[in-house]
């Protein structure tokens, strides 16, 4: 079990980690108790309109913490979680320098807030702490906002609108066809906004209209209203969070039956719709259904653990940590500076999918295989988990990696010393 010090509750939660090591990863069997642990920092929204995904990655980097303790930790040492919530991007910013600067943290997992990550990106910069960016997917933070100690697990706005962008095309629905979308107004929706008419306008496709929804919005019924007048082809929503699952309850509330398509999406909130309003055609990171067998061995330990499935949003936090671990033991070392040139050579990690990923230096992006889900008819759904079919992985295991990923003319980075 990690050591667990949840700063949001002002309180350490202690677990057993056996007496002894009986197989250290990285060193000689030791015990754990002799060497001092490696203090890794989390930081996402627990609360807000991403609260619901925050828990999902709390839970999944406590999960990655067991297992890596459990296997007798990292080089002999045992991983100490210290954790925090960052509602905003103003204590996001303070919370990960008072992480780095009093808890002496070693390096910092998390968010999902594209502007609290960015706000992070710049502490860690400053400070020279590794930062591993699990939910924030603003092509921003990979291009003008980059910075050398901030990497990303989780995708970029522009694999997710070409990850799905591949089935609309296939199934008719951007060369001619009329979109209105609905878009969070924040950092991240502005960017996949800007990504999303980009990638339109390249296929043919025309954009009717689109609104900018405050991120505490719980009743659609005007845009809705709207969209109804405006009979397009197909809806696109550029939300997140709970905005995602009010709209789809309203949306099937009022009877539209418009086409339905997303470019940012975690399954937890296909889960908080229900089966009965869940529906359309969505990119996902990773998905519990993921037929591997490091992904079947992460799902049975979460359930068993959490009494339900893990979502993307887990995979992110979970496979961070584990990254971690691995870049720790292959360098025999916590400073952040050696860490960050192992990833910028490229060392490949398993990420529970069919292929390893990898860190693309130039952006520090990782590399890797995504998915498009479709929600399921209520007839086919047999569970409240199991509510959508996946397409195989995208790109395909005969494309380069890269393929979704934007390219240098699309979205540039320039590190700064």
């Given at each position: 079990m990690?050591?667990?010090?949840?700063?949001?509750?002002?309180?350490?939660l202690?677990?057993?980690a056996?007496?002894a090591a009986?197989?250290v990863?990285?060193?000689?069997?030791?015990?754990?108790?002799?060497?001092e642990?490696?203090?890794i920092?989390?930081?996402?929204?627990?609360?807000?309109?991403?609260?619901p995904l925050?828990?999902y990655?709390v839970?999944?980097?406590?999960?990655a913490?067991?297992?890596?303790?459990?296997?007798?930790g990292?080089?002999?040492r045992?991983v100490?979680?210290?954790?925090?919530?960052?509602?905003?991007p103003?204590?996001?910013?303070?919370?990960?320098?008072?992480l780095?600067?009093?808890?002496?943290?070693?390096?910092?997992?998390?968010?999902?807030?594209?502007?609290?990550?960015l706000?992070?990106?710049?502490?860690?910069?400053?400070e020279k702490?590794?930062?591993?960016?699990?939910?924030?997917?603003?092509?921003?933070?990979?291009?003008?906002?980059?910075?050398?100690?901030?990497?990303?697990?989780e995708?970029?706005n522009?694999?997710?609108?070409?990850a799905v962008?591949?089935?609309?095309?296939?199934?008719?629905?951007?060369?001619?066809?009329?979109?209105y979308?609905?878009?969070?107004?924040?950092a991240?929706?502005?960017?996949?906004?800007?990504?999303?008419?980009?990638?339109?306008?390249e296929?043919?496709?025309?954009?009717a209209?689109?609104?900018?929804?405050?991120?505490?919005?719980?009743?659609?019924?005007?845009?809705?209203l709207k969209?109804?007048?405006?009979?397009?082809?197909?809806?696109?929503l550029?939300?997140?969070?709970?905005?995602?699952?009010?709209?789809l309850?309203?949306y099937?509330e009022?009877?539209?039956?418009?086409p339905?398509?997303?470019?940012g999406?975690d399954?937890?909130?296909?889960w908080?719709?229900?089966?009965g309003?869940?529906g359309?055609?969505?990119?996902?990171?990773w998905?519990?259904?993921?037929?591997?067998?490091s992904?079947?061995?992460?799902?049975?330990?979460y359930?068993?653990?959490w009494?339900?499935?893990?979502?993307?949003?887990a995979?992110?936090?979970?496979?961070s940590?584990?990254?971690?671990a691995?870049?720790?033991a292959e360098?025999k070392s916590?400073?952040?500076?050696?860490?960050?040139?192992?990833?910028?050579?490229?060392?490949?990690?398993?990420?529970?999918?069919t292929?390893?990923?990898?860190?693309?230096?130039?952006?520090?992006?990782?590399m890797?295989?995504?998915?498009?889900?479709?929600?399921l008819?209520?007839?086919?759904v047999?569970n409240?988990w199991?509510?959508?079919?996946?397409?195989?992985?995208?790109?395909?295991?005969?494309?380069?990696?890269?393929?979704?990923?934007?390219?240098?003319?699309e979205?540039q980075?320039v590190?700064?010393?």
């Open positions: 990690p050591l667990v010090h949840n700063l949001s509750r002002r309180r350490l202690k677990a057993s056996g007496a009986l197989g990863i990285g060193a000689p069997a030791i015990s754990l108790a002799q060497a642990a490696i203090k920092g989390h930081i996402t929204p627990r609360t807000g309109f991403l609260g925050g828990e990655a839970q999944a980097v406590q999960l913490a067991e297992e890596i303790n459990a296997a007798g990292v080089m002999g045992k100490e979680l210290v954790m925090d919530d960052s509602p905003n103003q204590q996001a910013s303070a919370k990960a320098e008072r780095i600067q009093r808890d002496k943290i070693t390096a910092l997992i998390g968010e999902i807030s594209s502007a609290s990550a706000a992070i990106g710049q502490v860690v910069q400053r702490v590794l930062f591993i960016n699990t939910g924030a997917n603003s092509d921003a933070l990979r291009g003008t906002d980059c910075q050398r100690f901030m990497f990303h697990i995708a970029q522009s694999m997710y609108v070409k962008g591949r089935s609309l095309v296939r199934d008719g629905l951007v060369r001619g066809k009329k979109w979308s609905l878009t969070a107004d924040y991240f929706g502005h960017d996949l906004l800007r990504v999303a008419k980009r990638y339109m306008a296929n043919g496709g025309n954009h209209g689109d609104d900018l929804i405050p991120t505490d919005l719980a009743d659609f019924s005007p845009f809705l969209i109804r007048t405006a009979r397009p082809d197909v809806v696109i550029n939300l997140a969070g709970t905005q995602i699952t009010n709209f309850k309203q099937a009022f009877g539209l039956s418009f339905v398509a997303g470019f999406f399954t937890a909130l296909a908080g719709a229900g089966s309003n869940f359309g055609i969505w990119p996902v990171v998905h519990h259904l993921v037929d591997t067998p992904s079947k061995k992460f799902v049975a330990a359930l068993a653990r009494k339900r499935p893990p979502e993307n949003q995979w992110g936090d979970y496979c940590l584990k990254v971690i691995q870049a720790m360098t916590t400073e952040a500076a050696k860490l960050v040139e192992l990833f910028e050579k490229g060392a490949k990690f398993d990420l529970l999918k292929r390893e990923g990898y860190f693309r230096a130039s952006d520090h992006q990782m890797m295989e995504m998915y498009a889900i479709t929600a008819p209520a007839a086919q047999k409240q199991d509510i959508f079919s996946s397409s195989p992985p995208v790109p395909g295991p005969d494309e380069s990696l890269e393929a979704i990923a934007a390219t240098a003319d979205n980075c590190f700064k010393t």
